[in-house]
């Protein structure tokens, strides 16, 4: 007799088995191949509508580049929301990070110190962000998207007091020069991504510290019982979120030369869009690295192809969110049938 047919009711007609291409595209190698060739297909659309402007080698190489960035806080926001968390204050503590750090270069304060005071200054800001929202949420008890959300007003606030709203140029002996440097052609920025999301997917599948992840993600409470301090393991989520911001702040003052209140602005909106459309769950427990890695190389391809058509970046807006929201009924609907 089949499990479908045990557990049934009596009298109800059988549950229909799920195909073997559905429960394929509900599994890691499907989603990751299903992006695989979305991104192949808008590479596509890029070369017909753009031509040699968009196969342009320095065209590639900026996609990269500004894929970075977003790339790194996507990498931290899979843990927090695989974690069953969000974060809606991962841009203003990149631009409060960012500011804090050109400050201490623009007053002199740095003059006689190594560059890498400069970078430290903005790990330790980001991490202290990180640290206050994961104490209020798992010892204050208030909910993510509230806790979150008054760190992104107090946040940007204090980065524009800092910074007056004037956007300070970093001129730091060696700073720039190393983050705008190429190894075999690769760009150290895009190389510092890469080991941030090689790092992530260690971590996350490779580590006690993943599998408490999924574990707290999954079921706070069977996690508690299971022995995990999953308040001590809330904090360090984002904290470790925070840091990530904090890298991301270094690697946006090098590519631009600046530290600005501006930084960041919608970075939320991309990180969580980028991991949702990578396969994570919202509702956490399930979570993957390389669909983010993915899901970050389709939003900026698709952003630069719509720069290179002159569209506008409503338009831009407007199509990440039906995005998204495709992908978040796809999810739905292949995880209900890869469960039938």
């Not at 806080?73 to 804090?100: H, K, Y």
């Not at 003052?253 to 960041?264: F, L, P, V, Y």
Request: glycine content about 12%; aromatic content about 6%.
């Amino acid at each position: 007799m089949s499990e479908d047919t045990a557990t049934a009711p009596a009298g109800a007609p059988p549950r229909p088995r799920a195909s073997g291409v559905t429960t394929f595209l509900a599994s890691a190698p499907g989603r990751n191949t299903g992006l695989v060739v979305a991104l192949v297909l808008l590479c596509l659309v890029g070369v017909a509508t753009a031509g040699d402007r968009f196969a342009d080698l320095d065209n590639v190489l900026t996609i990269l580049r500004l894929a970075s960035v977003i790339g790194v806080v996507s990498v931290g926001m899979t843990f927090v929301v695989t974690g069953g968390g969000i974060d809606l204050s991962v841009g203003a503590i990149v631009a409060l990070a960012s500011v804090w750090a050109t400050t201490l270069a623009t007053q002199g304060m740095a003059n006689n110190s190594h560059w890498l005071v400069v970078v430290f200054t903005a790990l330790a800001v980001g991490a202290g962000c990180g640290v206050v929202n994961g104490v209020l949420i798992a010892y204050g008890r208030i909910v993510a998207f509230i806790a979150t959300l008054a760190m992104l007003a107090a946040a940007r606030g204090l980065a524009e007091i800092i910074s007056n709203r004037r956007t300070q140029i970093v001129n730091v002996p060696g700073f720039t020069a190393f983050f705008d440097a190429s190894v075999l052609g690769v760009p150290v920025l895009v190389l510092i991504f890469a080991v941030v999301a090689a790092a992530g997917w260690v971590l996350l599948n490779r580590t006690t510290f993943g599998r408490r992840t999924f574990a707290v993600g999954g079921n706070p409470e069977a996690a508690r019982l299971a022995g995990i301090d999953v308040r001590r393991h809330t904090v360090l989520l984002y904290t470790l979120l925070g840091v990530l911001c904090g890298i991301a702040a270094v690697m946006l003052i090098a590519r631009t030369t600046t530290g600005s209140s501006t930084h960041g602005y919608l970075y939320e909106l991309d990180a969580i869009a980028a991991v949702v459309i990578g396969g994570t769950l919202l509702s956490g427990g399930r979570g993957t690295i390389a669909g983010t890695v993915f899901g970050v190389l389709i939003f900026t391809t698709l952003s630069n192809v719509f720069t290179l058509n002159n569209l506008s970046i409503s338009a831009q807006a407007v199509a990440k969110g039906a995005i998204i929201v495709v992908a978040v009924l796809l999810q739905q609907r292949l995880a209900r049938r890869s469960t039938a």
